[in-house]
């Protein structure tokens, strides 16, 4: 009786470090862990603090400390690839912290990644892959579309998510200096696109659910992210905090844009429809014939 006690009270313990009971999603993020740190080795941060950031949690550690124990204690885990730790390349990443980021992540947690203004990094050890066209530092800008309106963000000036997707492709280079992404898997949904500075547009900002997990790619440069919590590329991180997850539901995020379009059908022109009725009522005139 008292081991059914004690894993009782440890199993409580962990839904209470969630955030959640079994079966409640999280209406947002309370506890994130930024790995290694929030700084970008090529300028930029994420902002901690300021505005509804308040609302959170934010703390960082270097990835040698980062286990399954640790993670447990978080709902929310940011990899920023872009950092002087990770210098670009999940390569630095041991296979035992991949492992333990996707069982963080199946088991219904949020997992955030940034790679801003590096280089194509290798994702195939995630359970949705990919890779990424990335143009490197120009300080360019660029165009930015908002595809799907969704909690991640929103192009009508009257939503709380709205985004000033022109401000954010003309008065900065996050566009311009934007990491595209190239994926066959067809978990990965589309929430924005971006025309970089080699004129190639793709997917820049994207979101996958995982198990109960939910998964968020964010390519853009974050050179001119800064202090200011209204900066636009600050709001936009502060909405992948605030959206509801495990499970993410389909009102939040409704997955109209897969990334990878299922082929369809070719169509079939009338001409080819006549051919082939033609050839049909032939073969039937010939079987009634020889009846």
Same mark, same amino acid.
């Given at each position: 009786?008292?081991?059914?006690?004690?894993?009782?009270?440890?199993?409580?313990?962990?839904?209470a470090v969630l955030g959640c009971t079994s079966g409640q999603a999280l209406a947002q993020s309370k506890n994130v862990l930024i790995v290694p740190q929030r700084?970008?080795?090529?300028?930029?941060?994420?902002?901690?603090?300021?505005?509804?950031?308040?609302?959170?949690?934010?703390?960082?550690?270097?990835?040698?400390?980062?286990?399954?124990?640790?993670?447990?204690?978080?709902?929310?885990?940011?990899?920023?690839?872009?950092?002087?730790?990770?210098? =670009?390349?999940?390569?630095?990443?041991?296979?035992? @912290?991949?492992?333990?980021?996707?069982?963080?992540?199946?088991?219904?947690?949020?997992?955030?990644? &940034?790679?801003? +203004? =590096?280089?194509?990094?290798? &994702?195939?050890?995630?359970?949705?892959?990919? /890779?990424? &066209?990335?143009?490197?530092?120009?300080?360019?800008?660029? +165009?930015?579309?908002?595809?799907?309106?969704?909690?991640?963000?929103? /192009?009508?000036?009257?939503?709380?998510?709205?985004?000033?997707?022109?401000?954010?492709?003309? +008065? /900065?280079?996050?566009?311009?200096?934007?990491?595209?992404?190239? /994926?066959?898997?067809?978990?990965?949904?589309?929430?924005?696109?971006?025309?970089?500075?080699?004129?190639?547009?793709?997917?820049?900002?994207? &979101?996958?659910?995982?198990?109960?997990? @939910?998964?968020?790619?964010?390519?853009?440069?974050?050179?001119?992210?800064?202090?200011?919590?209204?900066?636009?590329?600050?709001?936009?991180?502060?909405?992948?905090?605030?959206?509801?997850?495990?499970?993410?539901?389909?009102?939040?995020?409704?997955? %109209?844009?897969?990334?990878?379009?299922?082929?369809?059908?070719?169509?079939?022109?009338?001409?080819? @429809?006549?051919?082939?009725?033609?050839?049909? @009522?032939?073969?039937?005139?010939? %079987?009634?014939?020889?009846?």
């Amino acid at each position: 009786m008292m081991k059914k006690v004690g894993r009782f009270v440890a199993f409580a313990a962990w839904a209470a470090v969630l955030g959640c009971t079994s079966g409640q999603a999280l209406a947002q993020s309370k506890n994130v862990l930024i790995v290694p740190q929030r700084f970008f080795m090529n300028g930029g941060m994420l902002v901690d603090s300021g505005g509804d950031l308040d609302s959170f949690t934010i703390s960082s550690l270097p990835i040698e400390l980062v286990n399954a124990a640790r993670l447990a204690t978080f709902d929310t885990v940011v990899l920023n690839v872009g950092s002087f730790q990770i210098n =670009c390349t999940t390569a630095s990443l041991s296979d035992a @912290l991949k492992a333990d980021l996707v069982s963080f992540l199946k088991g219904g947690g949020k997992l955030i990644i &940034y790679e801003s +203004e =590096c280089p194509a990094s290798d &994702y195939s050890w995630l359970p949705t892959p990919f /890779t990424t &066209y990335n143009p490197g530092a120009h300080g360019a800008t660029g +165009e930015a579309k908002i595809v799907e309106n969704n909690a991640l963000g929103s /192009t009508n000036a009257g939503d709380p998510e709205f985004i000033d997707i022109e401000a954010l492709s003309l +008065e /900065t280079d996050a566009v311009g200096d934007a990491n595209v992404m190239t /994926t066959r898997d067809p978990a990965w949904c589309l929430h924005m696109s971006a025309t970089n500075v080699d004129v190639v547009t793709g997917p820049t900002h994207t &979101y996958a659910r995982v198990g109960k997990g @939910l998964l968020i790619y964010n390519g853009l440069d974050q050179d001119d992210g800064d202090d200011n919590p209204e900066n636009t590329l600050t709001k936009l991180w502060t909405l992948e905090l605030k959206v509801p997850f495990n499970p993410a539901s389909h009102s939040d995020l409704p997955c %109209r844009v897969p990334v990878v379009q299922r082929a369809s059908a070719p169509a079939v022109s009338p001409i080819a @429809l006549m051919s082939i009725a033609s050839l049909l @009522l032939l073969f039937g005139v010939r %079987r009634v014939r020889r009846s």
